[in-house]
């Protein structure tokens, strides 16, 4: 397989290549957050928060209070856990994290320096309030630990505490209110069927592994591990039986030069979905989160499309080399340029702090830029995109964006 071709079915797989529906609506939403298994979380929302930015990248416009229904209400098709990183997968998917359940409350429930007698008064009176009150927001919670201090992004002892009985499974999430977990017991979250289903762990690698390759459409050792943040040893086992099994086949792709795809001497082992698409050509649009599956594995970003990708959001603004919030911006098959976002909602603007045109940019990238800016701006109920003049695509961005 040729580079050219991984990265295409590699998109394929993702949901891009096809047209946008004429609308979107809960249906469409339910099946991509299918196809791609979870949405990655992230509370920036300097744009736009991280779980929208998917959804628009393959489907176009849509009503995100439709993803809020099926995300954010207490009982909702979808749930949080530590998917990749915090993610929505649906409900029906918390047996096959019980394994990481179990495994974060070995690491952590045993702890002395994470989990003390202290701790453990806390996570009990924390239970018993749940169990009387239901479903609450740490900052609902009035307790004599909860004060913001310390590590952990300065929580407070009762919200340290309730993540980690969210991470051990004594703890789930019934939805948000203003984006603010709020957390209940599982039997307040879920129905019997859902807590009553049970898979071992080798049953759940497996099946966690045939669905990263679904996603992936092709891809590494490394890259299939890493979409649901697997081990190498068990990945590479569940793969090899998957193989035997028909769901996968393995599969070299050889590059030339500086691909990073190896070379045909020694070409990369990979792993391809049967039944994946392998698309001659593809046609797409689309801007992408830091958080989007095709780009946050930054090494395979780089091997997939040459795009050498760090999130600067904690650089000190004077060493940012792109911007605070910057966004790959993916044509067709290639990632042609990269814009730092921030929705001026006040003012009712889309404002560019910067465009940086890529190596594989053409002359068409700044106009079909611009049509895509436009078109996220009236998604975000903004009436106009404005360009600052910083980066080697802004001035002529500008030029047609508004034109």
């Known amino acids: 397989m040729t580079p050219a071709l991984a990265r295409r079915v590699a998109l394929a797989a993702q949901g891009f290549g096809a ?16 196809r791609l298994g979870l949405l990655q979380i992230d509370s920036v929302n300097v744009f736009e928060r991280s779980h929208y930015l998917p959804v628009f990248a ?8 439709l993803l809020d229904a099926i995300t954010l209400r207490a009982r909702a098709a979808h749930t949080e856990y530590v998917a990749h990183e915090a993610a929505f997968v649906h409900r029906d ?6 394994w990481r359940m179990d495994s974060f409350r070995a690491r952590y429930g045993t702890d002395t320096a994470e989990w003390d007698a202290a701790r453990s008064r806390t996570a009990r009176r924390l239970l018993d309030e749940l169990a009387e009150r239901g479903p609450m927001a ?15 992004w300065g929580w407070s002892e009762v919200k340290h505490t309730l993540e980690l009985l969210f991470r051990f499974g004594d703890v789930a999430i019934a939805g948000r209110t203003r984006f603010e977990r709020r957390y209940a ?15 071992s762990t080798e049953d759940a690698v497996r099946e966690l592994v045939r669905r990263s390759v679904r996603a992936h459409g092709v891809g590494t050792l490394k890259d299939i591990a890493d979409y649901y943040r697997l081990k190498s040893a068990p ?25 990073g795809w190896g070379s045909s001497e020694r070409p990369t082992r990979a792993w391809l979905a049967t039944g994946a698409r392998m698309p001659r050509a593809l046609r797409a649009s689309a801007l992408l989160s830091p958080f989007d599956p095709i780009v946050w594995e930054r090494a395979r970003a780089l091997r997939m499309f040459g795009l050498d990708y760090r999130i600067e ?26 814009v730092d976002l921030k929705s001026d909602r006040k003012a009712g603007v889309l404002v560019v702090q910067s465009a940086w045109a890529e190596d594989s940019a053409d002359g068409e990238t700044p106009e079909r830029l611009a049509a895509l800016l436009n078109e ?20 002529p961005l500008a030029a047609v964006v508004n034109r």
């Open 138 to 152: 740490a900052s609902e919670i009035e307790h004599d630990d909860n004060v913001r201090r310390g590590p952990w």
């Open 235 to 259: 990945t590479l086992a569940a793969l090899h039986e998957l193989e035997d099994a028909g769901d996968v086949e393995p599969v070299r792709v050889t590059g030339r030069g500086s691909s």
């Open 313 to 338: 959001i904690y650089t000190p603004a004077p060493k940012r080399v792109y911007g605070y919030y910057v966004l790959p911006v993916l044509q067709d098959d290639r990632i042609v340029a990269r």
């Open 58 to 65: 393959r489907l176009g416009a849509y009503d995100k209070s």
């Open 376 to 395: 996220a701006a009236r998604w975000q109920g903004l009436s106009a995109v404005a360009v600052r003049d910083r980066g080697t695509l802004a001035a």
């Open 185 to 199: 017991l599982p039997e307040q979250v879920f129905p019997s069927t859902v807590l009553d289903t049970s898979f």
């Open 19 to 34: 047209p946008h529906p004429r609308s979107v609506g809960t249906r469409q939403l339910n099946a991509l957050v299918r």
């Open 93 to 98: 998917d918390r047996a096959l994290f019980r």
